[in-house]
Every structure is written in structure tokens, then in C-alpha cells.
T-cell receptor, first 116, second 116 residues
Framework: AQSVTQLDSQVPVFEEAPVELRCNYS??????LFWYVQYPNQGLQLLLK??????LVKGINGFEAEFNKSQTSFHLRKPSVHISDTAEYFC??????????????FGQGTILTVHP | ETGVTQSPTHLIKTRGQQVTLRCSSQ?????VSWYQQALGQGPQFIFQ???????GRGNFPPRFSGLQFPNYSSELNVNALELDDSALYLC???????????????FGSGTRLTVV
């Protein structure tokens, strides 16, 4: 079984400040990791994904995330946020094979609010 | 390239009724998954279909059922609706083959179901 814990339910930040949204996961097998963003009344948009290779992953809209296998973490970062980044962010994990292949397990979400 | 399209966008049903939600997968995607997202929660995996066969199911009762058609579009059916079934239902599609490089889910905007 897999699980995802997003350590902050809400993160307020001022415009142009850096931000980090924290995600820890638990799994007994190798995993793929994802970050999605959800704007109000919309579906999920993929920000970035880690499948293999370099542990630093760059995504859309200036976001990046670092996979840390020893810490079982996949924190999302952006060096300078904009008002338009205000949204809910979800970390998700799936197994890299086996019976859970294809099933995404999501965290509870982190609401990022960017203030002017 | 079209994305994932879901219909209807909003729906109100009475407890005990049945509902059918529809999803058109992104072109070239033969795997579709359905998720339930209750208010303030992360999405929960319902089930997945690959080439018209269910090949993964989450912790949902049998009154949640699905279909995938030869054109890879999909339906989610829920019988005997309960108040707790009120949620945003998300459909996601991805290529089923091609190696991990193609491993990316595309989500639709969802159907907001309200059970009264």
C-alpha cells in the first residue's frame, strides 16, 4: 500500500517570495511521483513528474521538485511566486509496477495563497 | 490534440437514484481512470480500464461500476446514490503502452455531482 502526506494544508506567501510545498510518501516498491495543480472549479493539471534519472525535476510555470529517496520526499519549489499561482496543489504517487500500477494515490492537498 | 472531456459539468440527483457520467479520452490514450474528489480532499481512485477491461479498483462498493468503449471513451455509473456520493468526479486518461516516458495522466475538468 502507498500513502502520501502533504505536510502543510495551507501556505500563505507574498508575491515574488520563494515557496516550498512539502510532500512525503510511503511505499514498499519503486515509485513514480507527480505534482498536480487545481484551480477553483477545474480539474487537475500536471506540473511535473519524476519517473527516473535526475532527482531534480523541472516542470511548467517555473516549478521544480526534488526526489529524495532516503527521506521519501518530493518537495515542490518555486523561487518567485505570482498571484496567478494561487491554487491547490496535490502530490501523488504510483508504483512503478505491480498490482498498483496506474493507480494514483494523492495527498490531501496544499492550498497556496499568494498575497500582493 | 484534444484533451479529456467530461459531461455533464454539473448534476443534481436525489438519494436512491442512479447516475451516469461520461468521459472522452485524449486522442491516442487507451487507459482511463476515474477518481472521486470530496470537498476539501484529494482525489480517491475508483477504478481503471484498459482496452475495455477493468484492471484496477479502489475501495469503492460494487454500486460504482464502469464501462470503456472501443473508441476508449468511458462511463462511470453509480446506483442507489447516497448523500456522501456528492463530490467532483474526475476522469483521467493516459497511453497504456510506450514505456515510462509516456507515463502521464491527463485529467478532465470533472463532473460536480450533488446528491440531495
Amino acid at each position: 500500500a502507498q500513502s502520501v502526506t502533504q505536510l502543510d494544508s495551507q501556505v500563505p506567501v507574498f508575491e515574488e517570495a520563494p515557496v516550498e510545498l512539502r510532500c512525503n510518501y510511503s511505499s514498499s516498491v519503486s515509485v513514480y511521483l507527480f505534482w498536480y495543480v487545481q484551480y477553483p472549479n477545474q480539474g487537475l493539471q500536471l506540473l511535473l513528474k519524476y519517473l527516473s534519472g535526475s532527482t531534480l525535476v523541472k516542470g511548467i510555470n517555473g516549478f521544480e521538485a526534488e526526489f529524495n529517496k532516503s527521506q521519501t520526499s518530493f518537495h515542490l519549489r518555486k523561487p518567485s511566486v505570482h498571484i496567478s499561482d494561487t491554487a491547490e496543489y496535490f502530490c501523488a504517487v504510483t508504483s512503478a509496477g505491480g498490482t498498483s500500477y496506474g493507480k494514483l494515490t494523492f495527498g490531501q492537498g496544499t492550498i497556496l495563497t499568494v498575497h500582493p | 490534440e484534444t484533451g479529456v472531456t467530461q459531461s455533464p459539468t454539473h448534476l443534481i440527483k436525489t438519494r436512491g437514484q442512479q447516475v451516469t457520467l461520461r468521459c472522452s479520452s485524449q486522442s491516442g490514450h487507451n487507459t482511463v481512470s476515474w477518481y472521486q474528489q470530496a470537498l476539501g480532499q484529494g482525489p480517491q481512485f475508483i477504478f481503471q480500464y484498459y482496452r475495455e477491461e477493468e484492471n484496477g479498483r479502489g475501495n469503492f462498493p460494487p454500486r460504482f461500476s464502469g464501462l470503456q468503449f472501443p473508441n476508449y471513451s468511458s462511463e462511470l455509473n453509480v446506483n442507489a446514490l447516497e448523500l456522501d456520493d456528492s463530490a467532483l468526479y474526475l476522469c483521467a486518461s493516459r497511453p497504456g503502452t510506450g514505456g515510462s516516458a509516456n507515463y502521464g495522466y491527463t485529467f478532465g475538468s470533472g463532473t460536480r455531482l450533488t446528491v440531495v
